[in-house]
């Protein structure tokens, strides 16, 4: 896969070991879910991940931890009723505690240093990764991935509708 080419010296994995490897094709699709049909749209369109613990651990015992992944249920303005893919517990979440993710591995409204502290938890070994929309450019996508620390890398799309990703050599994004 044209992907494949930047030839990483690790094995990719999405963040918590599981979805879809990037294929040729979605990422031209990106975080534009509101045009997608329902017929593109899987049950995965409807995960969330937490980006910090909910309730904050100065109020109470969080609920949900940074990392969890969750299956929404029902959406009201600010909140989410989801389900914790891990525990099977049921509650509400503001969603400015969690981020949308698609295909397992496209993660929305993640900032550089919120996509580092997901990459660095412990769950996540070298190799696994996220793909973000940039927040200096809207429709730029990055890839991040752990290696001994964590890299930045834009990925190009060609106009054949293959994408590329420069050599690691490269400074990141």
């Known amino acids: 896969m044209p992907w494949q080419q930047a030839n990483f ?43 910090q613990d909910y309730p904050s651990p100065d109020i109470s015992e969080p609920i949900y931890r940074m990392g969890e992944k969750l299956q929404v249920l029902a959406q009201e303005a600010y909140w989410w009723r989801v389900r914790s893919v891990q525990t099977g517990r049921e509650n509400y979440i503001p969603k400015t505690h969690a981020a949308k993710v698609y295909h397992g591995w496209l993660f929305e409204g993640v900032e550089r240093q919120k996509a580092e502290e997901l990459l660095l938890l412990p769950m996540n070994r070298v190799g696994a990764f996220l793909v973000r929309e940039s927040g200096r450019e809207r ?11 964590i890299k ?22």
Request: proline share 5%; aromatic share 8%; with cysteine.
């Open 139 to 149: 429709g730029e996508l990055l890839l991040s991935v752990r290696h001994r620390s």
């Open 152 to 173: 930045h890398y834009r990925i190009f799309r060609l106009d054949n509708s293959c994408i590329h990703l420069p050599p690691p050599h490269f400074s990141s994004a």
């Open 9 to 51: 010296k690790y094995r990719l994995e999405p963040l918590w070991k599981m979805g879809n490897m990037i294929k040729v094709g979605i990422a031209r699709d990106k975080l534009d879910t509101q045009n997608f049909d329902s017929s593109q749209k899987s049950s995965e369109d409807n995960t969330v991940v937490v980006l």
